[in-house]
């Protein structure tokens, strides 16, 4: 039985794109393996935050992930903040990070851009990252293509560590889906779908309504050839659509292009439309009945125990090869 661990940022409501290309593969990877899903609520703050919506968020994603598949009884799902071994392994790993390295991660280039003044968690936020990870022996990680970077730095930092101090730590793999796992812009169809884009209509949220749903996808940008066929370079948005429709159904892209031959935009927008509401109507349902309730509480309460009890011993160990602390004498 294999570790996986995997953690969504609360910085907004999640859309189809965090659904299809990670969400959903969770829940079947929790069927033969280990899981630990994580709210990484301490990553959010990396930029201002709201506090009180920041903690409606954390609320939200957690009641997501179980309206998702996640079991709670198979997984362990847990808030971030809840556990103090992360912070803790995340100073120790940083002193094993060099700043060249930090410096060179894609996501603080572009997100620090511009700015006057950036925040050092932006900067150091990587670490973090790896001690989420490393905290539990995970051997797979499932990511998106934009955290893979991210990952190869927890691989050479589990590395140098185990070098430089105690082979404690599983150097993880990285697993990133193959369909789906890049769901883009409905409006800029050569970017990624986000949940922080000022365009409403480039991302379906959710939480949407049918109406709000059809409505997007209906005015999706394609292009004026009229003809649906995959072609990631020449025709961007119909291969997206196409990637949703075939992540949301379990059809093929072959036999959608086929199933679609010879006919026009319009009927395989709305049908596109059918597909992701039917996707996610038991999914909302299912986190109007958790999102307010004291089940909630209780299952994050029993993950945060299972995760403090895991997390906990490993970060005694990476101390005890670091040389930190006290080692007590036993008593006679």
Known sequence: MKKIFSG??????????????????????????????????????????????????????????????????????????????????????????????????????????????????????????????????????????????????TRDLAQRFNHRYNDIFTVPEISIPKVGARIMSLQEPTKKMSKSDDNQKASIFMLDTEKQIEKKIKSAVTDSEGIVKYDKENKPGVSNLLTIYASCTGESIADLELKYQNKGYGEFKQDTADAVINALRPIQERYYQLIESEELDALLDQGADKANFAATKMLRKAKKAMGLGRVKKKKK
């Open 8 to 153: 969504i940022q609360p910085s907004g409501t999640l859309t189809l794109g965090n659904y299809l290309g990670a969400m959903k593969h969770f829940v079947a990877l929790q069927e033969e393996n280990e899981c630990y899903f994580c709210v990484v609520d301490e990553h959010a703050i990396t930029v201002p935050q709201d506090r009180l919506k920041l903690r409606e968020n954390i609320k939200s994603l957690a009641a997501l992930y179980i309206a998702s598949g996640i079991d709670p009884d198979k997984s362990v799902l847990f808030i971030q903040s809840e556990v103090s071994a992360h912070t803790q392994l995340g100073w120790m790993l940083q002193t094993v990070s060099y700043i060249g390295e930090l410096e060179r991660m894609t996501q603080f280039k572009d997100k620090s851009k511009g700015k006057e003044a950036v925040s050092a968690g932006l900067l150091t936020y990587p670490p973090l990252m790896a001690a989420d990870i490393l905290l539990y022996n995970t051997d797979i990680v499932p990511v998106g293509e934009d955290q893979k970077q991210h990952l190869e730095l």
